[in-house]
């Protein structure tokens, strides 16, 4: 380690002065292809099931792309605004998207596809979601062909702007998801289930783990039934994600710590932040979104320096057949898949109470076995966003992201440290690469040695006595060294 720990310094040397640009506060899907929406339907850029794309809104006007779709898919174009976090919006500002025809009709006119950003009035990731439903009892948008995909800002944002350019002034950045689900081989149950527990969920407790989240859907770090924590800046999203198999229930309850804030008042009776000037409306939004990235259900909490917390409502366990629910929440319980966890903490509470991170605490209760899911009668795209494996459930419990294992974080956190240093740290790459070499040579000739030893203190043992010094030797470096 002491090699790597001095490469490391090394690269601290490199310093900050050769990284090139402000990283985004989201880190938009890798590999994700850049494309730019048409101010015309005929010109939109074509999205294709199973992809993420990079794109932009502008802060008047909005944007088209297309879709090729069969007669037997569920179509589900999720669309993610990310702001400059100086950014000011408002409580109606926010993104609108729909999957229309030919005929310009609007293909799920009964669900949620906008997000605003709310009471929080904080700019930070926001995600909506269109879906083209396919099958039995589908009579619009039924047909095999070309739709058109709609991305404009909210129509109350819209008036705003025409009132008070002050709102909306910047573009934003978009990230763009398109996936596809099959219908079912045989028609099934076209109702949602009408029994189930909704009592409101005990939170789980015990020791807190720590467990960092990510900063966007791509990074999601996993998590499995327990109390994780982890330490929240004021400005930041967090993201996590939770597998969810067919039958299975999710609670989450999110908790900020207490603080002394330097902007806080102090009660009377000595027991800390009053409200006064120490006082956050909406401090703290917590959103659960499905495997498509459409929201189930969110909450928030107001601040005052004391510890606060915030829980969604009760949900229903996952059901195909929950899609046809006249709720939002339940309706979005559709899939088994993993379920994205974002928590976001307002800048206001930075004026306030300091800019030092907050500890958030999370409890997450997973119930119910695991249950046959539905019989599909095709593929869906992309297969890991709709149902739960072995190995899904094994990544929530080490905390894994979806690029990769949380067991290799801090090798990949590393490399990207030495890609935003520019060229001037491939030279430190190459010093890194050759220290973990020597390293592992060094730790191999070790086990050699060790290997050797053994086998000599087993042959004195036996009566054997030391091999022969004109006997093929056993041991040995390994060929090519």
Known sequence: MTAVAAVVAGLCAVGPAQATGTPSPYAFAEGAETVVGAASNVEGHRLSPGKTYKSSLPRVGQRFYRLELTADENAYVSVTAVPDPGTKVSYADGVE???????????????????????????????????????????????????????????????????????????????????????????????????????????????????????????????????????????????????????????????????????????????????????????????????????????????????????????????????????????????????????????EVAEKFGDAPLELTLRVDVAGSPGPGPSYAGSPVPAEDFGVTQRDTEAAKRGETAAGSGGAAEDNGLMVVVAAGGIGAGAVLLGILGAWTLIARRRQAAAVAAAAAEAAAAAAASGVGPASASAPARFGPPRGW
């Open 97 to 347: 998207v729909s999957v229309q025809d030919a005929e310009g009709n609007n293909c799920s006119p009964m669900e949620a596809e906008e997000a605003r950003f709310g009471s929080s009035e904080s700019p930070r990731p926001i995600t909506a979601t269109a879906v083209r439903r396919a099958g039995p009892g589908e009579k619009s948008c039924a047909r095999a062909g070309t739709y058109y995909v709609l991305v404009e800002r909210t129509r109350a944002s819209r008036t705003a702007q025409r009132l008070a350019q002050r709102l909306a002034q910047d573009d934003w950045d978009l990230e763009i998801h398109v996936a596809s689900e099959p219908v079912l081989r045989a028609d099934g149950a076209t109702s949602p289930p009408q029994t189930w527990n909704s009592a409101a969920p005990v939170p789980p407790s015990g020791e807190r783990r720590a467990r960092e989240g990510g900063t966007s859907f791509s990074t999601a770090r996993g998590l499995d039934k327990g109390v994780w924590g982890s330490g929240i800046e004021p400005g930041q999203t967090l993201f996590y994600r939770v597998p969810l198999d067919w039958g299975q229930q999710v609670s989450v309850a999110a908790e900020l710590g207490s603080t002394s804030g330097t902007g806080s008042a102090t009660g009377s009776a000595g027991r800390g932040p009053g409200r006064g000037a120490g006082y956050v409306s909406s401090a703290l939004v917590m959103t659960l979104a499905n495997p498509v990235r459409a929201e189930v259900d969110d909450a928030d909490t107001a601040y005052d320096g004391r510890q606060k917390s915030a829980a969604l409502k009760p949900l229903p366990p996952v059901a195909y057949e929950n899609r046809f629910a006249l709720t939002d929440e339940m309706s979005a319980m559709r899939f088994a898949g993993w379920y994205y966890l974002s928590v976001h903490l307002s800048p």
